[in-house]
């Protein structure tokens, strides 16, 4: 089985495929103090509480944030007796090219989703992540990833929002009832939603423009969700989009050591 583990840099997600489907996922919060003994705890506690049996033979990560590689990397060496893949190091290839100007390090989960995007959906799309920065990656028609644009995410806006104004409270996104706040909470709310509407909407407009040809748009992230119930910006929403190009990043290089 495979442990596939996308560190980013609020939560990490460990998830374990069996070759078919994801059997398991967890969360926790992203650390770099965390030891390989720790995670393990951690992670076999919560496989005895939903009675896991899973013999994992293989590991797979991508991570934002380099400095939790190593212990992640003692974590498959000490417990699984296996040599973890980590996307965008030696020794892990990808299926796709990466076409950005010399010297550019693409964030791996970025290469992670293109990779995702084009094995479910093909070529032309561009997919917009809502994490710690809200991210769109564009994917050419062969597959290879050409570019894009990280803005601020949804969460970061309304907490620096908060932190740089005294008599701002901090509010939880939601969609308002109404484009004019009438309380403090409302307008602040409106801003973030229908602003960041008008920042998915425009970015993707201009990328479609300076392509020249149709874009499908697929979104992942935790806020996803809540803008395409709100409006029609996407063509489609994958929760487990950067899991599922993992398992496909790990399969092209079992395949290609076979």
């Not at 939790?68 to 990808?94: E, M």
């Not at 293109?114 to 050419?140: E, K, N, S």
């Not at 062969?142 to 644009?149: L, P, S």
């Amino acid at each position: 089985m495979l442990l596939a583990i996308d560190c980013g840099n609020t939560n990490t997600v460990f998830s374990i495929w069996d070759g078919q489907a994801f059997i398991a996922t967890w969360r926790t919060s992203t650390e770099w103090q965390r030891t390989a003994d720790q995670y393990y705890v951690w992670l076999n506690t919560l496989m005895r509480l939903q009675n896991i049996h899973a013999d994992i033979t293989d590991m797979i990560i991508s991570s934002t944030v380099p400095r939790v590689v190593f212990n992640l990397r003692v974590l498959a060496d000490r417990y699984f007796n296996t040599r973890p893949l980590v996307v965008g190091k030696p020794g892990c290839d990808l299926p796709i090219d990466v076409r950005v100007d010399a010297g550019t390090q693409v964030g791996p989960d970025r290469l992670v989703n293109t990779v995702a995007g084009y094995d479910l959906y093909g070529g032309d799309l561009i997919v917009v992540d809502f994490g710690t920065a809200t991210t769109f990656d564009v994917v050419a028609a062969d597959g290879a990833y050409i570019g894009g644009v990280i803005a601020p995410g949804v969460n970061l806006s309304l907490e620096a929002l908060h932190n740089a104004a005294a008599a701002l409270p901090h509010v939880d996104i939601s969609k308002p009832k109404r484009v004019i706040g009438t309380n403090t909470v409302t307008c602040m709310q409106s801003g973030v939603f229908w602003g960041y509407v008008g920042l998915v909407r425009e970015i993707c407009d201009r990328v479609k423009a300076e392509r020249a040809r149709p874009m499908r748009v697929i979104a992942t992230g935790g806020l996803a969700p809540l803008f395409q119930q709100a409006v029609d910006l996407f063509d489609d929403y994958q929760d487990e989009l950067t899991m599922h190009g993992l398992t496909v990043i790990h399969d092209y290089n079992k395949d290609k050591a076979e």
